[in-house]
């Protein structure tokens, strides 16, 4: 079986100390396999961030271990397996949409020797091209943006900055936060097919949070549930809708079972939270 892409094994983290200390994870197992689209749900303060975090090597776990491609978050990052897209853009306000799509490829020249240290990726680096980034920008619609600045672009077209930036390094492990949650909902949909789209392209693996259910189940292979107090996992539902997922499927009678099925984990997880 190929190396998990993440793996999070009896993963703990605790914010503050002693009585006032908050179990922000507890015991938080989860292996993705590489190229599969995984996305978090759950109640605010259930832990998507941090453990989004957590892979990401911003925060460490206090218990348990996190693997990515079987190194450490941080050999990780070092080798830049990892991108991030927050929840606002943080575009440089002083570059154009090109010069913050093609800055961390300048900055990470080294990244590629570092990445083809690491184990099972020294066959998929050899064979890494740099993306075109105006080809990217064209895909994600943003041809005509190139030379603008992150102020003249609308909220829509810095996050499709943002998102091409972070596949610009090649990632092998997207992490996204929330990405599209200040959008309006034509935006939102148009955002996920181009993200979908540059996803089955790339064979990039995806770790996306999320507060939509819907778009949970139009953009995911499978969508770990998780509840608050203490934050964990309550279910991992994989979602077997056929792919391209494109409109139409909001139609679908098995679209909306899914839906269906991942509202009543999450009221499940509410009520046993509550009563606890
Ligand atoms: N740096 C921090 N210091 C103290 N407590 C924190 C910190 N970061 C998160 N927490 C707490 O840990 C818990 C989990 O927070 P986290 O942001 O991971 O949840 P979330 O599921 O992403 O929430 P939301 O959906 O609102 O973004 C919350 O109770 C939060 O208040």
Redesign the pocket.
Known sequence: MATPAVELSSVGKV??YGSSG?I?LSDVDLSIEPGRFVSLI?P????????LRIVAGLETADRGTVRVHDVSPDEACAAKLIGLVPQSPALLPWLSVLGNVTLPQKVNKDAGKRRERIGDLAERSGGRVQPDMMELLRRAGLEDAVDKLPAQLSGGMQQRTAIVRAFGLQPDVLLMD?PFSALDEFTRESLQDQLLDLWDELKTTVLF?T?SVSEAVRMSDAVVV?A?RP?RIVDVIDIELPRPRNQRLFAERRFHEYEDLIRDRLHSAWRSTDAA
């Open positions: 914010y503050g908050m922000a759950g605010s303060g259930c832990g998507k961030s941090t453990l929330e949070v507060h998780m608050p934050g």
